[in-house]
C-alpha cells in the first residue's frame, strides 16, 4: 500500500511549493514509485511540476454527462475507468492525477467521490502518494483521503496561520479516518522561536521551516517548474531535511 503524504494548512502558505519539492525529493533519490495527486480544484501543483494536464477528472465528468446509455451506476464506473485510463499523466519518475474545477454551480461531492475511488484503486500500484489539497479543511472533512499516513499542516510566520494549522489538527482528531503522524512546517522566517508558544497550543509537533527563498519567487514569476530548482536553494535543502525525518 502507498504511503499517502498530504498537506492541509491557511491559503498561501506554502502547501503546493512543498508538495513540488517533496516530489522533487523523491524522484532525485529514487525512493520509489510516485503519484502526485493535484486534489485542489484550482489545481496548480501541475504547473509547479512543470507539467500539462490537458484532462482532469472534472473534464471527464462533463463528458460522462454527454454521453448516452448510461445510469448513474454505470456512468460512475465509466468516470473512474477513463479517470485512470486517460487522465493520468505519466512523467519522468512520477504520476499526476488532477481534480480540477466542476464546470457548472454545485458542489464538489461527485467528483470527490470518484478522487477517492481512484486513489483507493491505484493504492498497490505506487509506494508514495502526495497529495496536495486546497486551504481549508474540506478534502479533510469529507474524508477524500482516508489513511493518511503524514499529514502535513503548513503555516507561514503568523500566529494565525499556527492557529489555522491547530484547527485543522483539532478537525482531523474529531473525524473517522486515521491519520498516523501530524506534523507542522512553517514557512517563509528563518526562525519560528517567537511562535513556538502558540506551535505547543496547537499541539503540532515541528518537523521543519523552509526559509523565505528568493528563488521561488523568481521561478514563480517566469512560471518555470520547481523541480528544476537547483539543489542548493535554501527550499530545496530544507526539504531534504524534512523528508530525511519522516521518510
Ligand atoms: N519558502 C518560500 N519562500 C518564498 N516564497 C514562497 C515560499 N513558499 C511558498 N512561497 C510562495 O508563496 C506563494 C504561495 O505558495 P503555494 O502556492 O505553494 O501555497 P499554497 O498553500 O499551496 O496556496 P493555496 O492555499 O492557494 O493552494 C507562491 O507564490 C510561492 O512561490
Ligand atoms: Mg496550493
Redesign the pocket.
Known amino acids: 500500500m502507498a504511503k499517502h503524504i498530504a498537506?492541509a494548512?491557511?491559503?498561501?502558505?506554502?502547501?503546493?511549493?512543498?508538495?513540488?519539492l517533496i516530489i522533487k525529493y523523491l524522484v532525485a533519490n529514487k525512493k520509489g514509485t510516485v503519484l502526485a495527486v493535484d486534489a485542489?480544484p484550482?489545481a496548480?501543483l501541475y504547473e509547479?511540476l512543470g507539467i500539462e494536464a490537458t484532462h482532469t477528472l472534472s473534464d471527464i465528468v462533463e463528458e460522462a454527462k454527454e454521453k448516452k446509455g448510461l445510469d448513474d451506476s454505470t456512468k460512475k464506473d465509466y468516470i473512474e475507468n477513463k479517470f485512470i485510463e486517460d487522465a493520468l499523466v505519466k512523467s519522468t519518475g512520477y504520476d499526476l492525477f488532477v481534480m480540477g474545477a466542476p464546470r457548472q454551480s454545485g458542489c464538489y461531492c461527485f467528483p470527490t467521490t470518484v478522487l477517492k475511488n481512484c486513489i483507493i484503486n491505484l493504492e498497490n500500484n505506487y509506494d508514495y502518494m502526495i497529495i496536495?489539497?486546497?486551504?481549508g479543511m474540506e478534502h479533510i472533512s469529507r474524508g477524500t483521503i482516508q489513511d493518511v499516513d503524514t499529514l502535513l499542516v503548513?503555516s507561514d510566520g503568523s500566529i494565525k496561520g499556527v492557529r489555522a494549522a491547530g484547527r485543522i489538527f483539532e478537525l482531523t482528531k474529531s473525524l473517522s479516518f486515521d491519520v498516523g503522524e501530524a506534523y507542522l512546517i512553517v514557512?517563509?522566517i528563518d526562525d519560528p522561536a517567537p511562535l513556538q508558544d502558540e506551535i505547543d497550543a496547537a499541539g503540532l509537533k515541528l518537523l521543519g521551516v523552509?526559509?523565505?527563498?528568493?528563488l521561488?519567487?523568481e521561478?514563480?514569476l517566469h512560471g518555470k517548474p520547481l523541480l528544476d530548482l537547483p539543489d542548493d536553494s535554501?527550499?530545496v535543502k530544507?526539504t531534504r531535511e524534512i523528508c530525511e525525518k519522516i521518510l
Open positions: 498537506f494548512g491557511k491559503g498561501g502558505t506554502g502547501k503546493t511549493t512543498i508538495a513540488a485542489d484550482n496548480t509547479a496536495d489539497n486546497e486551504a503548513v514557512t517563509k523552509i526559509p523565505y527563498d528568493t521561488l519567487t521561478y514563480d535554501p527550499a530544507a
